[in-house]
């Protein structure tokens, strides 16, 4: 039979190998027995393929969770996945079948337009709720197990069979560079569609498989078969236990989606989670309340003879179907119901399950078809509190409504039936949600009310949530654990908090956590909201008079707040996003007002991938290094900001004032490492800060951009340098390194976010102006600016500032008439014995406002205390807390240790 001929559409932007002249790809030998039928042509790279599989799914197990995700995308109710006995076997094959929509000559046309995410239909299936997969490469992910993949699939009359062989992507230098190919594709009828599918599986068993079983009942339905064969090395290193709970964790508890590996049924994790009430309809009735204005009854308990699944026996995997009666009840309209409600702690909204299907709500079934399969509610009524509902789970069989089912048997037609069916079901859940708030109503904080100047929180707004928090996080849920800001061998001490009725919070702390770290995170040893003393919101504010308790009482709210979230069934990994934007926005506050040297630095290391943040934190960190900052943001004005070092004019009538244009490059391509970790999920390590290559540095135009600031922006010094600020560089280390070349070549001083944020800690214990940095612009290679401030930490011109001495001279001048000026504090230090010029002077002056922005003023003019010398100097400590020790050791040696400002060394 002639072959049809069909087109695709190329990758765009992509560069275009001549067209190949080899004869087409030939349908794997199982499937070889058809007619040709058509030619696809293909044009693809081997780049692309590179970076959407081994790139994203390096462990060989996530390679299975995306083809399911394939299948559940097309509408299947059941999938199959078959591994073979041997790895290594010669015709070994890994394969994966579902009953969902399948795929015409069309559609396999299409399969292979990589980044349109086709799936194998333009109409959603029913029930679904929306894709999972994307962008189209899940089909790739199958790239890092075998070299040839093909797809048997049954679509209306016809079976069809197509083979892609990676082997034949030519390896290109290029990452766009295309290779093209063309697949054959075969019809085969249904008895060799079956055939091949069982030949493929030679190395799984030599009979039928229960999947090959199940699709010859089919008939006139559709499926598709998913097989890979020419296994690679990867392949050996599936673990079969592994991957069995790897798609455990990632099915739902949905009676609407099946899936079995080597023909052995597996079950949802959830099904593990032990309900905390079950309700059992035709036994537990009694307990159900009366509600006149949504009436159920009457009811009469009955029985039903159903099939059971029993207990496998001794060495078996599955259990036997046994014809069991069990409890039922008869409604006068409604007919014969019977199944189980269940409630739980925790959500069953959670996880990557739900991205396949729910696991909590109503499910309801009419002669074995659920009808409901994409509402949770069912449309009870507008009394089912979505909270509750998430941790509620019903399954309920009503097979004397088949008449009311609607024609697109998704649903049922109104009827007083269906209208009985629905209050019966409203008055189970509000038992269940009865039981839920009694539980809740034990839960308190009693220990906040100790003081006597706060009441007991509310039942059900403390304790629940926050167990039910607890729960979720020592399930695996990972967004949970960040929330909390739990680290490695948290979770032997959250099971401790969870395994006993004690209170969950017995304490609100204020403790020194890495600046990285939330607002507020939670320690499940000791049972305590712990606020993060470094972070700069509560830095900036926990010390003053008394700030400490409400701050505390904030710090609890918050981690309150996220559990009533995840209460109300916002998916965690949402909760985690909102808690970094408000932790962000904490951030900012704080940042909106006076700094100290720690909070500059550690703005400057948490903005190395938000380009807008990082120019502002460059910007804040020149200003306290002793330069006139204008601010302009690069996308208009070329540069991001200019830094002026106003330094006057000297004996010769020369100025040395002068200038920079700075220019600052995020990243976002860190160095990741991807991993397997222990429970079998990808894990990325972060090996390094990204690197901006040089060609991205864009030296040349940021020199330019420096010749033309003077007249461009109106200027009274001329911009003699330039700096460019990037977490990394990319050759720097080299000393033929591009990047040093063309920083030499253009005259740019190239800085790491690192070293500039070392640099603001250091101004602030050595008191160095602008004067002294000039020599540091001079330079141009980050290994010689790194140098430089390196050389600066070993050599401390003021290894022992006089702070003491300055703030008796100040406590002293404080009740004078006049403020205190610049020049008037440097005579005074004169008259107790310390000399500094003018300029040691205005830097001992910035570098102690730097430390204790809250407690000193300074102006260009001015200088005056804010506080008392006892909260100076404990803000000072507190600064110096988060500095390197053997940096901070000379600071810290002055700073007096009691409330007694006559203990200071060099005045006793």
């Avoid at 064969?229 to 798609?247: E, F, G, H």
């Avoid at 004996?651 to 700075?662: E, G, P, Q, R």
């Avoid at 290994?783 to 406590?811: C, F, S, Y």
């Amino acid at each position: 039979m002639a072959a049809e001929s069909t087109t695709t559409a190329s990758t765009t932007d992509s560069t275009v190998a001549p067209e190949d002249e080899s004869e087409p790809i030939a349908v794997e030998t199982f499937a070889a027995a058809g007619n040709s039928v058509a030619i696809v042509p293909v044009h693809i790279s081997y780049g692309i393929i590179e970076r959407f599989s081994e790139g994203l799914y390096s462990s060989p197990v996530k390679t299975f969770e995306e083809l399911v995700t394939n299948s559940y995308d097309a509408g299947a109710g059941r999938v199959w996945v078959y591994l073979p006995n041997d790895f290594k076997a010669s015709n070994a094959s890994l394969v994966v079948i579902d009953d969902g929509e399948s795929m015409d000559l069309d559609g396999l046309k299409n399969l292979w337009r990589i980044g349109e995410s086709q799936k194998r239909s333009d109409n959603r299936p029913a029930g679904r709720k929306r894709p999972v997969g994307k962008f189209g490469i899940g089909k790739l992910a199958t790239y890092v197990l075998a070299e040839r993949l093909t797809f048997i699939v049954h679509h209306g009359a016809r079976y069809l069979a197509v083979t892609m062989d990676y082997a034949k992507v030519a390896e290109g230098d290029e990452f766009m560079s295309t290779t093209n190919l063309s697949l054959e594709v075969v019809e085969l009828t249904e008895e060799t569609a079956l055939k091949a599918v069982r030949d493929a599986m030679v190395q799984f068993s030599d009979t039928n498989s229960l999947a090959e079983k199940e699709l010859a009942k089919l008939g006139t339905g559709h499926w598709t078969a998913a097989i890979l064969t020419n296994l690679k090395p990867t392949a050996q290193r599936i673990s079969i236990p592994r991957l069995r709970w790897v798609l455990s964790t990632a099915l739902p508890l949905n009676p609407g989606f099946a899936l079995w590996l080597n023909d052995t049924r597996i079950r949802s994790s959830k099904e593990s989670v032990e309900p905390s009430w079950k309700f059992v309809i035709g036994k537990d009735e009694a307990e159900l309340v009366d509600n006149p204005d949504r009436p159920w009854k009457p009811g009469t308990a009955t029985t039903f003879e159903t099939e059971v699944e029993q207990p496998p026996a001794e060495g078996q995997d599955d259990g036997s179907l046994v014809p069991t009666d069990i409890p039922a009840l008869k409604l006068k309209d409604a007919g014969v119901v019977y199944g189980t409600a269940y409630m739980y702690d925790q959500p069953l909204e959670r996880g990557k399950s739900e991205n396949l299907a729910r696991s909590h709500g109503y499910f309801v079934r009419v002669r074995g078809r659920l009808i409901n399969l994409n509402s949770e509610d069912f449309e009870v009524g507008p009394e089912l509190r979505h909270g509750t509902l998430t941790r509620f789970r019903m399954e309920i069989n009503a097979d004397d409504l088949d008449e009311q089912v609607a024609s697109a048997r998704e649903s049922l037609k109104e009827s007083a039936a269906l209208e009985q069916l629905k209050n019966y079901m409203l008055a189970v859940f509000n038992r269940a949600r009865a039981i839920s708030t009694a539980q809740d109503e034990g839960d308190s904080i009693t220990r906040l009310s100790k003081a006597g100047r706060l009441s007991d929180p509310p039942p059900g707004l403390s304790q629940g949530p926050l167990r039910r928090m607890l729960q979720r996080a020592a399930a695996g849920d990972r967004s949970v654990q960040e929330i909390l800001g739990f680290g490695e061998g948290s979770s032997e001490s959250v099971d401790s908090a969870l395994a006993d009725d004690k209170e969950l919070v017995e304490s609100v702390l204020l403790e020194t956590v890495a600046a990285d770290k939330p607002f507020v995170v939670y320690d499940p040893a000791r049972r305590a909201a712990v606020l993060n003393q470094n972070h700069p919101f509560v830095a900036n504010y926990a010390l003053v008079k008394g700030s400490a308790e409400p701050i505390k009482l904030l710090g609890l709210t918050e981690i309150l707040g996220q559990a009533y979230l995840l209460d109300e069934n916002v998916p965690s990994d949402s909760v985690a996003r909102v808690v970094k934007r408000r932790d962000g926005f904490l951030r900012a506050l704080a940042n909106r007002y006076p700094r100290s040297a720690d909070v500059i630095a550690q703005h400057l290391r948490d903005a190395t991938n938000n380009e807008n943040a990082l120019e502002d934190a460059v910007g804040d960190a020149l200003e306290l290094l002793g330069f006139e900052v204008e601010r302009f943001g690069g996308a208009s004005h070329g540069v991001d900001g200019i830094a002026t070092a106003h330094l006057g004019w000297r004996s010769d009538a020369s100025s040395i004032s002068y200038a920079l244009t700075y220019d600052a490059k995020s990243t976002a391509n860190a160095k990741k490492k991807l991993t397997e970790a222990e429970d079998g999920k990808p894990a990325i390590e972060f090996d390094a800060p990204g690197k901006i290559r040089a060609d991205t540095a864009r030296t040349s135009i940021l020199k330019v951009h420096r010749q033309r600031a003077l007249e461009a922006h109106e200027l009274t010094v001329e911009p003699k340098y330039t700096l460019l600020i990037a977490p990394d560089y990319q050759g720097a280390v080299a000393e033929l390194g591009l990047i040093n070349a063309v920083c030499e070549n253009d005259g740019i001083t190239a800085i790491r976010v690192g070293d500039l944020a070392r640099l603001v800690e250091l101004f602030a214990l050595q008191g160095f102006t602008p004067a002294d940095m000039a020599g540091l612009f001079e330079l141009h290679k980050p290994e010689d600016t790194r140098a430089w401030i390196e050389a600066r930490e070993k050599a401390a011109r003021v290894p022992k500032p006089p702070v003491g001495q300055l703030v008796d001279v100040l406590v002293k001048r404080s009740e004078a008439k006049r403020p205190a000026s610049r020049d008037a504090v440097g005579s005074w230090l004169d008259n107790v014995g310390v000399e500094l010029d003018s300029a040691e002077v205005d830097a001992l002056l910035r570098g102690l406002a730097a430390l204790a922005p809250r407690s000193i003023y300074i102006d260009d003019r001015l200088v005056a205390l804010n506080a008392s010398p006892t909260a100076l100097f404990a803000e000072i400590r507190e600064t110096l807390d988060h500095f390197d020790p053997n940096l901070a050791e000379d600071y810290l040696s002055t700073v007096p240790t009691d409330d007694d400002p006559t203990e200071i060394e060099g005045l006793k």
